[in-house]
């Protein structure tokens, strides 16, 4: 199927007001690109491997929606123009110049495979679903990842840092929990080690899909796993879903801003004596970490970094 795309050229200052218009068009979806720093309350929704580097605001935005090529828009189309034109009469809301483009429904769900292949994490390979495998030899760990709409391929640093640490951790016995688990790329690997069990928590629906069909991927359908929707931190519900005092580790590779609140929520779920193996870290967040951590009463047992990002591995008290 043909899409066109119409993308608006406008201020921040105005975009709200013409996404309202176009919503009350009938144009329910509109991407919207421009240079606005997050808001903290943002960045800690964001269960995510990366931040993106703050943008300077340059005061400049651009909407874009997109309707059928194959059906007839010129009513719609004239009605966007009129009401561009009456908001430019009474304010300053930018060129508000309208490009259109072309593009497939496939475009939206393939485009970004041209940026991802398999690759290693010391001796582990991992491999997209739309790959052969060429491994250099037969004794090789190889994981398949497709992360379709979630987050996490395992080529973030934050991501080989937990990597590392779950494989020295974990165990035959071992009950892992993973916050913000995305793709379900850390309880995978959590089972590949030996783990007993993983259950994961994210905020996106979107990791439903993600997690089953990497699991079933990696031969790993069968495995008892669990996955729970909702934020672990302020929803009661989720936390007693999840129980309390169950697990061997705990993983949370997310932003400091979020594994801020997140650590005295952590510790009511591990076991005594629990491991802990945070990242999403970056290196002037390494002090604030460590301090989060020891105000909990956490023992720091091992600092790791990858380029700026750092992994911090502890243990609650016995």
Request: aromatic share 8%; glycine share 8%.
């Amino acid at each position: 199927m043909k899409y066109n795309k119409y993308t608006i050229q406008t201020t921040t200052e105005a975009e709200d007001l013409l996404i309202s218009t176009l919503y009350d068009l009938g144009i329910e979806g509109v991407e919207v690109e421009d240079k606005i720093p997050l808001t903290e309350e943002e960045k800690a929704g964001m269960f995510v491997d990366i931040l993106p580097d703050a943008p300077v605001d340059d005061g400049i935005a651009y909407l874009s929606f997109y309707l059928d090529a194959e059906e007839d828009n010129e009513k719609l189309l004239s009605a966007v123009s009129e009401e561009l034109a009456s908001i430019a009469s009474y304010m300053d809301a930018g060129s508000l110049t309208m490009q259109v483009t072309q593009t497939r429904d496939e475009d939206f769900l393939n485009n970004w495979k041209q940026y991802f292949h398999q690759f290693y994490i010391d001796d582990i390979l991992v491999v997209p679903s739309w790959e052969e495998v060429q491994a250099k030899d037969d004794d090789k760990m190889i994981i398949h990842i497709d992360p379709g709409t979630a987050f996490g391929t395992g080529m973030h640093e934050t991501t080989q840092l937990c990597i590392r640490a779950l494989r020295k951790y974990v165990t035959q016995d071992t009950r892992l929990l993973d916050v913000g688990t995305g793709s379900g790329i850390l309880a995978i690997m959590a089972y590949k080690f030996g783990a007993a069990y993983a259950i994961g928590t994210d905020l996106d629906i979107c990791a439903v899909d993600a997690v089953a069909d990497n699991m079933e991927a990696n031969g790993l359908a069968d495995r008892k796993y669990r996955l729970l929707i909702g934020n672990i931190i302020d929803d009661p519900a989720i936390a007693d879903a999840v129980g309390y005092g169950q697990y061997d580790i705990v993983t949370a590779n997310i932003l400091t801003e979020v594994l801020t609140p997140l650590t005295p929520q952590i510790k009511k779920h591990l076991k005594p004596g629990g491991i802990y193996i945070t990242s999403g870290i970056i290196d002037d967040k390494e002090e604030t970490m460590r301090n989060v951590l020891q105000q909990n009463g956490f023992e720091i047992l091992d600092v790791a970094h990858q380029g700026e990002w750092v992994g911090i591995t502890a243990r609650k008290p016995e």
